[in-house]
């Protein structure tokens, strides 16, 4: 089975940096796809930044400019810088990776169990 844990949440103030870390664990070739999604409390799960394996990057409107991410394909890791943290990115980030190459098949649609982030006026 493929497993995926987060780390690098926390408290910062408005203004602040976090970065955040995934970790993918288990058998696999390859991932094509990477990206942090986060769930603000009464609101639906969004996605903040994706990553392809080749590195294509796509950002939710709201965090373009101010967020990076990033990822190390022979660690089957996945990063998201965020600068300029503002009250309004507080949530839980959750990591997400779809089409994970295993040698006998593929999985879609792994997801950690997140990290907290929580940004202070």
């Known amino acids: 089975q493929v497993q995926l844990v987060e780390s690098g949440g926390g408290l910062v103030q408005a203004g602040g940096s976090l970065r955040l870390s995934c970790a993918a664990s288990g058998s696999m070739v390859t991932i094509n796809y990477m990206g942090w999604y986060r769930q603000a409390p009464g609101k639906q799960r969004e996605l903040a930044a994706a990553?392809?394996?080749?590195?294509?990057?796509n950002y939710a409107d709201s965090v373009k400019g101010r967020f990076t991410i990033s990822r190390d394909n022979a660690k089957n890791s996945v990063y998201l810088q965020m600068n300029s943290l503002k009250p309004e990115d507080t949530a839980v980030y959750y990591c997400?990776?779809?089409?994970?190459?295993?040698?006998?098949?593929?999985?879609?649609?792994?997801w950690g169990r997140g990290t907290q982030v929580t940004v202070s006026s």
């Open positions: 990553i392809t394996s080749s590195g294509n990057t």
């Open positions: 997400y990776a779809n089409q994970v190459v295993l040698s006998n098949g593929v999985i879609y649609g792994v």
